[in-house]
């Protein structure tokens, strides 16, 4: 069964040849599946644990203490999202979620400033865990810094100077948080955990409790990303796509639901590029330029290069619950696109 990579970031760290050596994997990692297991990196397996056992916490809560921190009560998409309200490919995911993001004070609604100034606000927290606002923003903050560890071994790989994406991330990288939790399915009903789909942004990390679930199309077919102890599963965006005109390509990857009876647990970070960015497309050499087939873009979802109205575009798709309350005219004007979608081969979730 083919597997997939596992990087040691330990290479990167000791310079000289290991780092040409981890830089090799690295190109090769993003070129060939677009994911791949990180090691060496620093992060704890107690800490792991610790986020984990924080979803279950979390999702353990009464429904009126979740409901309490609903994201609809968000317009800047932040809080707890229930069972089938978050759609991939127009149909309901079977997860339910807590997402955070960046603390920050809400942008003052000003008629000219752009719909994604939304984006910007603080989270919800749970009254009921007063813990979960410290850990997960330090946690949240110890990822954002992984990444950027990995952004600038990218620009390496695209031969470009090692800060050649310092520029858009200059006042702290776009971050976001999710806890998940996936319910078991029966046999006889849909499989969707989450359905086939795209990162937007520059890099993914993902931390994943015993379980498998996680699917990673590949030439050959799906593949499962199955839980390695202590390793991160790292994935490419779509920015980073755009960014190299398509030499790195983000992969499509799904999650399907475990069994009838048996619960998984997940924690996924997102990193981009600062929300009032404009993603660079990086001058390549001939060698990387020739094997660079511009980025995939779906025409019904297209991907822009301004990093706010990329991310925002994406939160409208996702949570219609959330664009309709608070994002009216917005959805009105995009109702036919949003809930289109892709062809993507293979999209059968029978197992």
């Known amino acids: 069964m083919q597997q997939l990579p596992i990087l040691d970031l330990t290479k990167w760290h000791a310079g000289g040849d290991a780092r040409r050596a981890f830089l090799y994997e690295l190109g090769e990692a993003a070129r060939e599946t677009g994911f791949f297991y990180l090691t060496g990196h620093g992060i704890a397996v107690s800490q792991q644990t610790a986020i984990l056992d924080l979803a279950k916490q979390f999702f353990a809560l009464p ?27 127009g149909k ?69 100077p090692v800060s050649a994406f310092d520029h858009t991330i200059s006042q702290g990288p776009y971050q976001h948080l999710k806890l998940i939790r996936y319910p078991g399915q029966a046999s006889t009903t849909s499989k969707q955990g989450v359905g086939a789909h795209k990162d937007p942004g520059y890099l993914t990390l993902v931390l994943q409790d015993e379980h498998s679930g ?46 009838a009876g048996i619960e998984r647990y997940s924690c996924a970070f997102f990193m981009a590029a ?31 290069y301004q990093v706010g109205q990329n991310v925002l575009k994406g939160r409208l798709r996702s949570h219609p619950d959330v664009a309709a309350l608070h994002y009216p005219d917005i959805t009105a004007a995009n109702s036919a696109a949003l809930p289109q979608s892709p062809i993507i081969p293979e999209l059968n979730y029978a197992v």
């Open 63 to 89: 429904e009126p203490s979740k409901l309490a921190v609903q994201m609809r009560h968000s317009p800047h998409f932040r809080g707890y999202t229930r069972l089938g309200d978050e759609l991939t490919l």
């Open 214 to 259: 996680l699917e990673v199309l590949t030439e050959q077919g799906w593949i499962q990303a199955t839980p390695l102890p202590g390793a991160f599963v790292v994935n490419i965006g779509e920015l980073l796509e755009l960014a190299s005109n398509g030499y790195l390509r983000a992969t499509y990857h799904r999650v399907l639901s475990p069994p």
């Open 92 to 160: 309901a995911d079977y997860r339910e979620q807590f997402d955070i993001m960046a603390e920050q004070p809400a942008r003052p609604g000003v008629a000219a400033a752009p719909a994604w100034y939304g984006l910007y606000g603080p989270n919800q927290w749970p009254a009921s865990l007063p813990q979960m606002r410290s850990q997960l923003l330090s946690w949240q903050q110890q990822l954002s810094e992984l990444t950027v560890t990995l952004l600038r071994a990218f620009a390496l790989v695209l031969q470009q």
């Open 274 to 304: 600062q929300l009032d960015a404009t993603v660079p497309l990086l001058p390549l050499p001939d060698e990387l330029a020739l094997r660079a087939k511009g980025p995939a873009s779906d025409p019904l979802n297209p991907l822009f």
